[in-house]
Each structure stands twice: as structure tokens, then as C-alpha cells.
């Protein structure tokens, strides 16, 4: 996934940073010259293909509002080749979740009867007579949208789909279950746009088929790792502030420095192998991180 690291920050509104990826720029000036000839300026294909990106942005706004409106945090947001990602942490609840991954798609539903009557108002003014550029611009951003509803409805992890169907597959299966099935219904889609690519030789689906593949082997490793801590015996004495859950005992927290795991509640928040001391301890039932000394209300009170 792509991070703000390597990007350059475009804006920020209402608390959320924008951010363009580098590879954006290389893939961007690759699409506009494959689609040039459509219009008889090339300044109408990069509008378009700007456009098309406004259309994601909207979507991923549509993320993190849903995601905040349900007491989550969303605060990043995060445009590349293969549309953008919306850094949201929405509490853990099946509901939640859901509520936070439709709003993204629905941005499209909302923009699609918008778009059908401009394009409906461009047929009718006559714009293919008189702006040809115009009105050939108008149909390709109503289609694109189009285009994006569908592709992203497809149940296939990690498309909006495939979470929509993990966050269904949450209320019956609980959340480790649902996701280990979201990711082997993924590796059937990844399969699926595999021999698509070949058959189509389209590079492009190749590379969104690796991508799914790659998620979905992620996802599969997450849900076995989080069964493994709702498992895990709790550790007594320490509670989250957020959540008032126990902590579980065993290596569940990874370094940040030098990337290996440890048992932050054995050694107070400090890593073992390196000595990197951690000012704030993630809670891994709820995701909120907070001070070591706030875990343990029972003696912090004491002292
Ligand atoms: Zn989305
Ligand atoms: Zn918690
Ligand atoms: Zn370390």
C-alpha cells in the first residue's frame, strides 16, 4: 500500500492530509499518451485522467467522513496508479466497518444520476456539433464513474466488494473467520483477473491481479494472527483505557525499529532486543494507543 512517505502532499481539508504518490506522475504521463486521439488537443486527455482522479478522491472522502461519523479515525488519504487509499481506522464492529466501506461506492451511485444529466443536457444542446472535445469529455467522465462502481463492487478483497462482504461475512462468522474467507474468495478473484489479463494481454489487470493476490496473502496472515491473540490467555493487572480489555500475553507487538516482536506488558513498553522505549502502547483489541501507565489504572492510582 502506498504510504505519505514517498508522496508529495497535495492539501489538506477538514484534517486529512492528500497525498500524490511519485509513480502517479510516471503511469499518468503513460495513459494520457495512450489515450490521445480522442480529442483534438492533448490537454483534454489530461483533464480527463485528472478528472477520473477527483472522481477517486471524492469516493475516498467518502471513506473517512463515514469512518468519523462512527466515532473512527480517519485523518490521510492517499492517491496512486490504482486509484487511492483512504486511511481509516473505524471501530471494530461488523456495522461500523460496513457503514465506513459503502460510502465510498455510494459517492459514485450519488455522482451517477449528476453526470447522466449533464451528459443527457450535452446530447440534447447538440455539444457534438458545436463542442466535440466537450461533449466527448462529459460521456468519458460519466462512463469512468461508471466503470469504477462496478469494478469496485466486485466481491473480490480488497476492492470495496470484498470488504463489504468480509464486514456481512462478520455478523455470521465473527472477525477472523470472515476475513480468512474475504481473502480465499480473493485468491479465486486474483486467479480470475489473471487468466482476464492474458487473455485480454492487458498489462493493467495483470498488475491489479498480483496486487489482490498480494492483499489477500496479507489478510489471510492478519486473520491468523488475530485468532492467535483472541486465543491468547489475558494478561491480569493491566486494562486498555479505550476499551477496558486485559491485554493478551505473548510476542504480539512488533518493534517499530527493528521490527521484531515482544511482549510490550513484560517490559513496560520497551523492546527487548534493541531498547527501543515506546511512548505509547496499542491496544490490539481496539486499536487506540495509549501511555503504558494509563494500562494499569490499579497502580497508577496508588502512586
Ligand atoms: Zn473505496
Ligand atoms: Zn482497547
Ligand atoms: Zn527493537
Same mark, same amino acid.
Given at each position: 500500500? @502506498? %504510504?505519505?512517505?514517498?508522496?508529495? !502532499?497535495?492539501?489538506?481539508?477538514?484534517?486529512?492530509?492528500?497525498?500524490?504518490?511519485?509513480?502517479?506522475?510516471?503511469?499518468?504521463?503513460?495513459?494520457?499518451?495512450?489515450?490521445?486521439?480522442?480529442?483534438?488537443?492533448?490537454?483534454?486527455?489530461?483533464?480527463?485522467?485528472?478528472?477520473?482522479?477527483?472522481?477517486?478522491?471524492?469516493?475516498?472522502?467518502?471513506?473517512?467522513?463515514?469512518?468519523?461519523?462512527?466515532?473512527?479515525?480517519?485523518?490521510?488519504?492517499?492517491?496512486?496508479?490504482?486509484?487511492?487509499?483512504?486511511?481509516?481506522?473505524?471501530?471494530?464492529?461488523?456495522?461500523?466497518?460496513?457503514?465506513?466501506?459503502?460510502?465510498?461506492?455510494?459517492?459514485?451511485?450519488?455522482?451517477?444520476?449528476?453526470?447522466?444529466?449533464?451528459?443527457?443536457?450535452?446530447?440534447?444542446?447538440?455539444?457534438?456539433?458545436?463542442?466535440?472535445?466537450?461533449?466527448?469529455?462529459? *460521456?468519458?467522465?460519466?462512463?469512468?464513474?461508471?466503470?469504477?462502481?462496478?469494478?469496485?463492487?466486485?466481491?473480490?478483497?480488497?476492492?470495496?466488494?470484498?470488504?463489504?462482504?468480509?464486514?456481512?461475512?462478520?455478523?455470521?462468522?465473527? @472477525?477472523?473467520?470472515?476475513?480468512?474467507?474475504?481473502?480465499?474468495?480473493?485468491?479465486?478473484?486474483?486467479?480470475?483477473?489473471?487468466? *482476464?489479463?492474458?487473455?485480454?494481454?492487458?498489462?493493467?489487470?495483470?498488475?491489479?491481479?498480483?496486487?489482490?493476490?498480494?492483499?489477500?496473502?496479507?489478510?489471510?496472515?492478519?486473520?491468523?494472527?488475530?485468532?492467535?491473540?483472541?486465543?491468547?490467555? !489475558?494478561?491480569?493487572?493491566?486494562?486498555?483505557?479505550?476499551?477496558?480489555?486485559?491485554?493478551?500475553?505473548?510476542?504480539?507487538?512488533?518493534?517499530?525499529?527493528?521490527?521484531?516482536?515482544?511482549?510490550?506488558?513484560?517490559?513496560?513498553?520497551?523492546?527487548?532486543?534493541?531498547?527501543?522505549?515506546?511512548?505509547?502502547?496499542?491496544?490490539?483489541?481496539?486499536?487506540?494507543?495509549? @501511555?503504558?501507565?494509563?494500562?494499569?489504572?490499579? %497502580?497508577?492510582?496508588?502512586?
Amino acid at each position: 500500500m @502506498p %504510504t505519505g512517505k514517498s508522496s508529495f !502532499r497535495l492539501f489538506k481539508v477538514f484534517g486529512i492530509q492528500v497525498y500524490l504518490h511519485w509513480s502517479w506522475f510516471l503511469v499518468a504521463i503513460y495513459e494520457i499518451q495512450l489515450r490521445e486521439g480522442r480529442y483534438s488537443s492533448v490537454n483534454w486527455n489530461v483533464l480527463e485522467y485528472v478528472t477520473l482522479f477527483l472522481i477517486v478522491l471524492l469516493h475516498e472522502f467518502g471513506h473517512a467522513f463515514a469512518c468519523r461519523s462512527v466515532g473512527g479515525r480517519a485523518d490521510q488519504i492517499v492517491l496512486w496508479p490504482l486509484g487511492g487509499v483512504a486511511y481509516v481506522a473505524p471501530p471494530r464492529r461488523p456495522g461500523a466497518q460496513l457503514w465506513s466501506i459503502v460510502a465510498g461506492p455510494l459517492v459514485n451511485v450519488a455522482l451517477f444520476p449528476i453526470l447522466s444529466a449533464l451528459w443527457w443536457y450535452a446530447k440534447s444542446a447538440d455539444w457534438v456539433e458545436t463542442m466535440p472535445n466537450l461533449f466527448v469529455y462529459v *460521456f468519458s467522465i460519466w462512463e469512468i464513474n461508471l466503470v469504477l462502481l462496478i469494478f469496485n463492487m466486485l466481491p473480490i478483497y480488497p476492492l470495496d466488494g470484498g470488504k463489504i462482504l468480509r464486514s456481512l461475512l462478520w455478523f455470521v462468522l465473527g @472477525p477472523y473467520r470472515s476475513l480468512m474467507a474475504a481473502a480465499v474468495i480473493g485468491f479465486v478473484g486474483a486467479a480470475g483477473f489473471a487468466v *482476464f489479463a492474458i487473455l485480454a494481454q492487458s498489462v493493467w489487470i495483470g498488475v491489479i491481479s498480483v496486487f489482490v493476490f498480494y492483499q489477500c496473502f496479507q489478510s489471510f496472515k492478519q486473520a491468523r494472527e488475530l485468532s492467535r491473540i483472541a486465543n491468547a490467555p !489475558r494478561r491480569e493487572g493491566f486494562a486498555c483505557p479505550s476499551c477496558k480489555a486485559p491485554p493478551p500475553v505473548g510476542e504480539f507487538w512488533i518493534c517499530g525499529k527493528c521490527r521484531k516482536k515482544f511482549d510490550t506488558f513484560m517490559s513496560q513498553a520497551t523492546c527487548p532486543h534493541c531498547g527501543m522505549q515506546f511512548a505509547r502502547t496499542v491496544c490490539l483489541d481496539c486499536g487506540m494507543p495509549s @501511555p503504558i501507565s494509563e494500562w494499569s489504572p490499579g %497502580t497508577f492510582a496508588k502512586v
